[in-house]
């Protein structure tokens, strides 16, 4: 991770200072929003006329109390991509790629079981990103999310009795978008 941090870092210094309109563009996505209070931010940079360096982070740390118990879908997440724009930076079609670290504690929404974990790979996402104004879009997208994770499950979200643990391969349909995005 560290080393991907280096590449993108050297990527912006290098390629950031021969690109004419280079713009910064800083978003937040509504449906994670929507995921019960997750909190989240995007910002990337353009780094060539088609591509953009991306890194984004999300938080939810809220625990819900109910009438059938307690709830969580607590998580922090962080992304370090790239994206491809057939057109140009920040307007219209993209693809994208990268990778992505997940901690999390899931439990008590549609069963009492609960999972927490670590979980670390790569992600794929494809979208459209539509100009409202000179400085607003609106995005919507998809992607995947793949790679390994580490879990123990638990009976319940509030019990703490151990129900299994391991780790193995994962890929799960993920980032299901429709972000305000300010282009600078």
Not at 32 to 42: H, I, P, Q, S, V
């Amino acid at each position: 991770m560290n080393r991907l941090c280096i590449f993108t870092v050297a990527a912006i210094a290098l390629f950031g200072a021969e690109c004419r309109a280079q713009r910064l563009a800083v978003g937040t996505d509504a449906v994670t929003w929507l995921n019960f209070g997750t909190m989240n931010a995007e910002a990337s940079v353009a780094v060539a006329r088609k591509v953009t360096v991306n890194a984004a982070a999300e938080i939810n740390p809220w625990t819900f109390r109910t009438s059938r118990g307690q709830m969580q879908n607590r998580q922090q997440s962080y992304r370090l991509g790239i994206r491809w724009w057939p057109w140009h930076v920040y307007s219209g079609w993209w693809i994208g790629s990268g990778a992505k670290y997940r901690e999390y504690n899931t439990g008590g929404i549609t069963k009492p079981a609960t999972e927490e974990g670590d979980a670390l790979g790569i992600y794929a996402s494809g979208g459209y990103s539509l100009m409202l104004t000179r400085h607003l879009n609106v995005e919507f997208g998809i992607g995947v999310f793949g790679g390994m994770k580490r879990y123990t499950e638990f009976a319940c979200p509030k019990c703490g009795r151990i129900t299994g643990e391991g780790q193995g391969w994962f890929i799960l349909p993920d980032d299901i978008t429709v972000a305000l995005v300010w282009v600078f």
